[in-house]
């Protein structure tokens, strides 16, 4: 392509200068869920995100991931308990608050709800360290 062609215009400033524009978040749109442990954890750290496992376990609920792809993720019993309760959903499940405390150095448990439709329900969920390997071995969903 001959470089006369091709002509550059620099990109007029567009940001705001820091501090000078409250936080809103636009109407419609979510607060991104904050999630996980603090950096400062000493703890030995799970080697999946406890609120990304949530979301997947939802996914898998609602027919939009294969459980099978959870079977390196979850506990014989959940991966059982997702089998038998996953359905097609036509309105998807949404993650909505989370909320993740440390029992021991070997287990995170966690807690929060979730959106399908109008409905929100509460969810809770256990990880726990097991030959090196992090996997979810309570997960619930409250009517």
Do not use: I, K, N
């Not at 091709?6 to 109407?27: C, D, F, I, N, W």
């Amino acid at each position: 392509m001959p470089s006369e062609l091709v002509r550059l215009r620099p990109l007029a400033h567009y940001e705001p200068p820091t501090g000078t524009v409250p936080r809103q978040v636009p109407s419609g749109v979510r607060e991104p869920v904050r999630t996980g442990l603090p950096a400062d954890d000493p703890l030995p750290r799970p080697d999946v995100d406890p609120a990304r496992l949530v979301a997947v376990v939802l996914e898998a609920l609602d027919g939009r991931r294969p459980v099978a792809q959870l079977r390196g993720l979850l506990s014989d019993d959940v991966l059982l308990w997702v089998r038998a309760r996953a359905r097609r959903s036509d309105v998807p499940s949404r993650l909505r608050t989370v909320r993740v405390g440390r029992p021991g150095p070997d287990a995170v448990e966690l807690c929060g709800t979730a959106s399908c439709g109008d409905r929100v329900r509460a969810l809770v969920a256990r990880l726990e360290r097991r030959d090196d390997r992090w996997r979810c071995t309570v997960f619930a969903l409250l009517p």
